[in-house]
């Protein structure tokens, strides 16, 4: 996070996960709605009654959280004590296991492997989980790779969590770049299934922070009274524009979603000439991960940068170091030029 805050950036900036800025002056809100008479003090109810529409849930299960960031932190702190085995993904997004060890967990990793397409596999958790296991985590889509895993398979993980009376995380943050077809969250497949979201990787409002976990009331009660110790309320400026989002949600996220496919198409036209790199290519999401099949990659992105201003996000941080990810979604032009660069570095 550290080095996406201070370094990723780059005139052809292709190291992003979620798509460009949406305008937030297009989000019309009332502003006598500002002041606050204390009466929601767990929950801001029209944004609770927007987010359980959007998902599907009644608004008891919705614990709002300053993005997915904070959802994943205060599930995970809800669910886990330390010395508590969990069970994550890898690769996977860095700050989920980080989390976890903050929180004191002993941390297991499974595979999610480039021959399988980084499938979910659910063999492999079958082979690390324990009756000790209190928690399994995955990302939907999953992050780096943006593949899917259905319904079926998250079944079989809940039924094998189920079993040893284990929860599973279920970050959903990329789920909405399934733009055909887009899947229901797994918060419907099962109690032991928690999730959590947010409008900022597929709508392109970071800046609201407007997250969310999805829980059993019982669970999500828990959740509310140990956010009393982090957030306690979220700002009311906030809540009200993320009212005023849900307001609009599928414009905001047809707009999203054709620099995304456009990008996508470019993408696909790039690694179709670049023998020397290897993809998994899905059909939807915002980013795709990309192995260079020879050389130093660390060498290779900084020629990227220094040379043609150009920065992807590199695969250290997702325990990959042979790989890199691209992010589409910010801006076609852009993004071409990049990728053109990308195809400099490669050449020369
Ligand atoms: C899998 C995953 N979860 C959560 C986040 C953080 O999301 P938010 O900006 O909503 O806190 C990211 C950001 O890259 C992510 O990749």
């Known amino acids: 996070m550290h080095w996406a805050k201070t370094q990723s950036r780059a005139r052809f900036n292709l190291a992003t996960s979620g798509v460009g800025t949406f305008p937030l002056a297009e989000l019309v809100c009332a502003p006598g709605e500002l002041e606050s008479d204390g009466a929601n003090p767990y929950g801001y109810a029209p944004l609770q009654q927007a987010i359980a529409r959007k998902c599907g849930v009644d608004p008891d299960c919705v614990?709002?959280?300053?993005?997915?960031?904070?959802?994943?932190h205060l599930a995970m702190a809800a669910l886990i004590d330390p010395g508590d085995e969990v069970l994550i993904e890898r690769p996977a997004y860095e700050l989920i296991v980080?989390?976890?060890?903050?929180?004191?967990?002993?941390?297991?990793?499974?595979?999610?492997?480039?021959?399988?397409?980084?499938?979910?596999?659910p063999g492999e958790i079958r082979r690390a989980i324990t009756p000790k296991t209190k928690l399994i985590v995955v990302t939907n889509?999953?992050?780096?790779?943006?593949?899917?895993?259905?319904?079926?398979?998250?079944?079989?993980?809940?039924d094998m969590a189920r079993g040893v009376g284990a929860y599973v995380l279920v970050d959903e943050v990329y789920l909405d770049a399934v733009y055909q077809n887009t899947p229901q969250t797994a918060y419907r497949?099962?109690?032991?299934?928690?999730?959590?979201?947010?409008?900022?990787?597929?709508?392109?409002?970071?800046?609201l922070r407007c997250g969310w976990i999805l829980a059993h009331p019982?669970?999500?009660?828990?959740?509310?009274?140990?956010?009393?110790?982090?957030?306690?309320?979220?700002?009311?400026?906030a809540e009200l524009?993320?009212?005023?989002?849900?307001?609009?949600?599928?414009?905001?996220?047809?707009?999203?979603?054709?620099?995304v496919e456009a990008d996508r198409a470019l993408l696909d036209e790039f690694l179709a000439g670049q023998p020397a790199l290897?993809?998994?290519?899905?059909?939807?999401?915002?980013?795709?991960?990309?192995?260079?099949?020879?050389?130093?990659?660390?060498?290779f992105l900084m020629r990227l940068r220094t040379d043609y201003v150009t920065s992807v996000a590199p695969g250290r941080f997702f325990e990959m170091p042979s790989h890199f990810r691209i992010g589409m979604g910010v801006n076609s032009a852009m993004f071409g030029e990049g990728l053109r660069r990308?195809?400099?570095?490669?050449?020369?």
């Open 141 to 158: 889509l999953h992050n780096p790779s943006s593949v899917l895993t259905p319904d079926s398979v998250l079944r079989e993980i809940g």
């Open 241 to 259: 524009l993320g009212v005023a989002a849900f307001q609009q949600i599928d414009r905001i996220r047809e707009r999203a979603r054709q620099i």
């Open 278 to 299: 290897s993809a998994t290519r899905t059909g939807f999401g915002t980013t795709a991960f990309v192995r260079l099949r020879t050389g130093d990659v660390e060498r």
């Open 98 to 121: 980080s989390t976890a060890l903050y929180l004191g967990a002993a941390v297991k990793r499974f595979p999610r492997t480039e021959e399988s397409g980084y499938a979910l596999d």
């Open 218 to 237: 019982e669970l999500a009660r828990a959740m509310w009274r140990l956010n009393d110790l982090f957030g306690v309320n979220a700002a009311r400026p």
């Open 342 to 348: 990308l195809g400099l570095t490669l050449s020369t």
């Open 63 to 72: 614990v709002a959280a300053a993005g997915t960031s904070m959802a994943n």
């Open 189 to 207: 497949l099962g109690p032991e299934f928690i999730v959590t979201n947010s409008l900022t990787k597929v709508y392109g409002l970071s800046e």
